[in-house]
């Protein structure tokens, strides 16, 4: 085990993209490339009582991966090998650092690909994403990760391997430690390899993007597509805050076509016929709409959704929250956080995969400014409120991390919070692994 | 809390469909129609450190809720109230005793239906197919119980009161509680309400039933079609010794046509396209093969698999095994379990859901004769160690119950049952709940 303490090292992984910075940098870094590595950190770890903070790609949004004073790093980006795909069984085997969009490109040679799709994938890896339960785009359809690890190797904290899970689609034996696992921040056990699902890759795509008088209107009909019982691959709202970034962006003119648009991707056999079936139920409420099937007019609709949040990071610093709730409450939702951006002045741009209910309001404050105190938290905390007023949930894809945990309780309760903790007491009894963060 | 302890109702109480008869009967049984009655009666079994065996229609077929001296029942069976269904979230709110094949059809009213679909839909609760997370036929295509489960009503051991989940699509907040529970087979806690995922009901069906020469034909062509993208709802497989089962209780020649048959369905926008893909890879391998988009041919189509089961149980007594492999080692299991039953004499038929590589072979004996015993079990037990060999599982949806517990610890190892045996503990620190099932 190699701990680097040099200053760059150590600054180099001391935070994620959420904004949070922490006073103080961790106590040193290992990169591991083998799970030996990780054996050997975490024997070491549990031998010194050193907290550990767990690390893959540092592309997380809640400050689930940052360390302090007191810490040691392990960094598992070096462990980034596709160990194995077999396409009949459709899965793959691999280490916690393969990006997901490469691992996606590599079951694309066989025909299949891997389901979920943070906005991330092609920056943050697979070990992030069970760590988060990543969603992103296609999940009301295919989704999240949590559907998509069929096991996982585990080092516990005591330096000890675990497997769970197995090799079939089905499997009732024992509790479900894979699940549990997922969306664990890096708090229970080090995940060193996984067991993937895999799944067809459709084989035609059709895309529709359509722009709406207001986002009341834009959410209706996301609900009225719902409601006639399709089933996009791909449905997203963008508010006119994010419009207007795209177009200062681009020269584009979307903003003039209305204050909301829905994207709409449909997959699979059909997926022209059932795209059409989307622009008749869209027409009833937009001012404009197109639908194709060529693939690279597809991506031109699509820019409105892909181009928005690097729009926005282009006009200042932002911090990405993740709340969601029932898909009826979505337009209650956002009209919710157009009130809160004009009460507090604080801007806000809201992004939401409208077909499970999940959005991202994006709090952008001036280049260099603090997003995690002052008003651009207290705004980020009246969002947290309203989602949970709406009878939804802090985090739809982005974990707890460090900056939602003051706000789990309300969530959760004290009885759940007391299982949890106990649950938390099995895997890691000395409370060594990522303290502070997730529950 | 009334406990009644009239020998028929405990007799009607002690078991369930896996052909284990206990030696004694539990005490008594509590017939809970509120949430107030299982709270109550988890209460008293704390306080009186009574084993509470909870049950659900009893249809398993793993003995997990199988009841005896020095136990009382909890029969769920009267909280069978659908609570609500929203389609516009497409989430119902139901008590666990409702039977599956009822939510299904509520949802329907509103073009929706509830994806998993075991065999038993029409007599299996919502609570049992929780406790055993049950699969079903569709399952490759639409997962199994635990990815329809959003949230769930808790009554712990002591008889505190615990949801977990959300109501949307998406959520990451703390650990996954649910996933935990669904699954645990009564050992955790006693769900006393559920919020389920409902889906679009596909608008379009179509099916295809094909023959072939030997089971190493169809599993050849069951994994061309995986090969080839498709993905079929529906993709069992049927072995000689069902099909002469069902031609000798319908009077139908099946069996002249193959010795295996493929039973296909697809589904939603494009179906009939999609199925005759299935076709044109299929007759590379059949003897013969039919397709039909209308509903009533589809129902004769289906007959072969869904006519099995009873055909089967008309000719002697029946323990259904579960097992599940890699979908590529299902011709190597299917063509095991055949020599398995030729070297022990015991009668084994086999239907798969090929689609999922969960196999489910039958051990008939004759009318009255023990099946957890003597050569049937041994056979039994051949097929686990058979699965085992080939990278499988003990269970793809049935549960270990009573009757797998001695194979878990080869299954899983010592490490991974400590941990569990760890979280059962959180949970249910006095042991109460449904001791010596499950892990």
């Given amino acids: 085990m190699r701990l680097l303490t040099d200053e760059a090292c150590r600054a180099g992984v001391a935070t994620d993209r959420s904004g ?4 103080t940098l961790p106590d040193g870094v290992v990169r591991a490339t083998t799970v030996d590595d990780v054996v050997e950190t975490l024997r070491w770890a549990t031998e010194n009582r050193t907290p550990v903070v767990t690390r893959g790609a540092g592309t997380g949004l809640a400050a689930g991966s940052s360390a302090s004073a007191g810490e040691v ?7 980034d090998r596709i160990l194995d795909i077999r396409p009949d069984d459709q899965v793959a085997v691999v280490e916690p650092g393969v990006l997901t969009a490469d691992l996606d490109a590599a079951a694309g040679v066989h ?14 890896s697979i070990g992030g994403n069970i760590a988060t339960n990543a969603g992103g785009l ?9 559907e998509a690890v069929l096991g996982l190797d585990l080092v516990l904290a005591d330096g000890r391997r675990l497997s769970t899970g197995r090799q079939t689609v089905k499997g009732v034996a024992g509790y ?21 699902r895999l799944r067809p890759r459709p084989l035609e795509t059709a895309t ?21 019982r399709l089933q996009p691959s791909v449905l997203e709202l963008v508010d006119s805050v994010t419009l207007e970034a795209v177009d200062a962006a681009r020269g584009s003119a979307l903003r003039s076509l209305g204050a909301a648009a829905l994207v709409v991707q449909c997959d699979g056999r059909g997926a022209g016929a059932e795209i059409d079936a989307v622009a008749e139920v869209v027409g009833k409420f937009a001012t404009t709409w197109r639908a ?19 729009a926005l990071e282009a006009t200042g610093d932002v911090f990405i929250e993740d709340v969601a709730v029932p898909r009826s409450k979505l337009a209650e939702a956002v009209s919710g956080i157009g009130e809160i951006s004009a009460r507090t002045g604080v801007r806000i741009a809201t992004i939401a995969h409208a077909g499970d209910g999940n959005l991202h309001p994006i709090v952008v404050v001036e280049r260099g400014g603090t997003v995690t105190q002052g008003p651009p938290w207290e705004a ?20 707890v991390g460090l900056l939602k945990r003051t706000w789990l309780k309300t969530e959760l309760g004290e009885d759940s919070l007391d299982v949890q903790r106990g649950i938390k007491a099995v895997f890691d009894p000395l409370g060594i692994l990522n303290p502070g963060k997730g529950i």
Avoid at 208 to 228: G, K, S, Y
Avoid at 294 to 309: H, I, N, Q, S, T
């Fill in 111 to 124: 025909g299949l690909f891997y389901a979920p799709d943070p906005a991330s994938a092609a920056i943050s």
């Fill in 380 to 399: 980020a905390c009246a969002v947290f409120d309203l989602a949970l007023r709406l009878g939804g949930t802090l985090t739809g894809e982005h974990g």
């Fill in 20 to 23: 949070h910075r922490p006073a």
């Fill in 292 to 310: 194709t099937t060529d693939p690279v007019e597809a991506e031109e609709l699509l820019a409105a959704r892909r181009a928005g949040l690097p």
């Fill in 138 to 146: 296609r999940c009301a359809k295919y989704g999240v990760t949590r």
């Fill in 73 to 79: 790093v392990l960094d598992l980006s070096g462990m």
């Fill in 176 to 196: 479900d430690l894979t699940s549990l696992v997922v969306g664990s921040e890096g708090t229970l056990a080090v995940v060193v390899g996984a067991t993937l």
């Fill in 208 to 228: 529709l993007a359509a722009h709406f008088d207001d986002v009341v209107a834009a959410a209706a009909a996301a609900a009225a597509i719902t409601a006639a």
